[in-house]
T-cell receptor, first 114, second 115 residues
């Protein structure tokens, strides 16, 4: 595909369940980002992967949140024991890996925790 | 770390008028300031960016100005059209002292252009 692909586009889950959100970055992009956008709010940084370097996890809100990037490509954001306040749009972006450059965003996963 | 403040949160203009959105940042070492546009149901898309070695950059109807002394930058849209209606985000690097490429975004401005 030509752009960043995220799946699922919508996810409804019950409080306490675990969820996995997937991101397929643009081929060849070495940098990958996860952001969270709550209703009517800005973009909250969660985690950043760059090549084989240790990820910048400074934005993860709690230890219930984790992310992996396997083989330098696909990334999975996992939220354990979901809470209602986790409801938001989770956006993934990728870039070529050079600092201070254009980010390409996916359309996001709308997560609803009931 | 960097802190980015954006104003106003909402802006309504008549078609053909100009719109201005302002952002301030806290880290004087920041050197890259992009603007993203988000349409309903889509991810944000870069529309223009400026680096700290210039004070202004234009691309057709949009322009960005940077005041490094005051640590603020602004987005200017002239001759607004209904398709300019969207949410606009400013951003700045999350850390100028490390190699991280993360961006810190402002809270967003919802622009409505009335026909």
């Amino acid at each position: 595909g030509a752009g960043v692909s995220q799946s699922p586009s919508n996810k409804v889950t019950e409080k306490g369940k675990d969820v996995e959100l997937r991101c397929d970055p643009i081929s060849g992009h070495t940098a990958l980002y996860w952001y969270r956008q709550s209703l009517g709010q800005g973009l909250e940084f969660l985690i950043y992967f760059q090549g084989n370097s240790a990820p910048d996890k400074s934005g993860l809100p709690s230890d219930r949140f984790s992310a992996e990037r396997t083989g330098g490509s696909v990334s999975t954001l996992t939220i354990q024991r979901t809470q209602q306040e986790d409801s938001a749009v989770y956006l993934c972006a990728s870039s070529q890996g050079v600092t201070n450059e254009k980010l390409f965003f996916g359309s996001g996963t709308q997560l609803s925790v009931l | 770390g960097e802190n980015v403040e954006q104003h106003p949160s909402t802006l309504s203009v008549q078609e053909g008028d100009s719109a201005v959105i302002k952002c301030t940042y806290s880290d004087s070492a920041s050197n890259y300031f992009p603007w993203y546009k988000q349409e309903l149901g889509k991810g944000p898309q870069l529309i223009i960016d400026i680096r700290s070695n210039v004070g202004e950059k234009k691309d057709q109807r949009i322009a960005v100005t940077l005041n490094k002394t005051a640590k603020h930058f602004s987005l200017h849209i002239t001759e607004t059209q209904p398709e300019d209606s969207a949410v606009y985000f400013c951003a700045a690097p999350g850390s100028s002292s490390s190699n991280t490429g993360k961006l810190i975004f402002g809270q967003g401005t919802t622009l409505q252009v009335k026909p």
